[in-house]
């Protein structure tokens, strides 16, 4: 076993709605602050098999339960089914603003720009109508999986993010890699 911790991706991003900085502020300083330990290689299992499943659901678990004991404002679920389509939100919360509500979503997966690009829009186009706040954790994946390209998509996310704005749905994007401590 092996001590990992979540390292944030800095992204040059446009200026966050006023609205989101303090729940946002609130949400990276958790994750900022979270140690887990896993095995190494359970993370790097090809896709399919089911050890990488079990270690990355554990990985999700404990996140979920940090996350409710570090940020008792927040509210999490995991395993959420997206209302009007067949996907489910790897940890859904709530923005604790009862004047500004809206949601976050934590997404976790290996460290594939294609699940990152697809995961956010899919998530973005499910939540358009509310504030949000995109969270991607990314996890060690095989030797074929490329690293560098999976943060040049954090800044495609990041920029979408921008885009996809209106004046009363915000939207941000986040991004965390899991790193094995030092």
């Not at 040059?12 to 990276?28: E, F, T």
């Not at 697809?118 to 109508?129: C, E, I, M, T």
């Not at 991607?136 to 994946?141: D, H, K, R, S, T």
């Not at 990041?158 to 996809?164: D, K, T, V």
């Amino acid at each position: 076993m092996r001590k990992w911790n979540l390292v944030e991706e800095v992204i040059k991003h446009h200026p966050w709605d006023a609205r989101l900085i303090r729940p946002i502020n609130k949400l990276r300083n958790g994750l900022l602050d979270f140690t887990g330990s896993y095995d190494a290689e359970g993370f790097k299992k090809s896709p399919g098999q089911k050890e990488k499943g079990v270690v990355v659901k554990q990985f999700t678990s404990d996140i979920l339960q940090h996350l409710s004991e570090c940020t008792k404002s927040f509210q999490f679920d995991d395993e959420v089914p997206a209302v009007g389509a067949r996907d489910r939100f790897d940890l859904l919360g709530s923005i604790p603003n009862k004047a500004f509500p809206g949601a976050i979503v934590i997404e976790v997966d290996a460290h594939r720009a294609d699940q990152v690009a697809k995961k956010f829009v899919s998530r973005s186009a499910l939540l358009k109508d509310e504030p949000l706040v995109y969270v991607a954790i990314v996890y060690p994946g095989t030797k074929n999986m490329n690293s560098i390209e999976c943060g040049k998509y954090f800044k495609y996310c990041s920029w979408l993010s921008e885009m996809l704005t209106r004046k009363n749905h915000p939207k941000a994007f986040l991004a965390f890699r899991l790193t094995s401590a030092k």
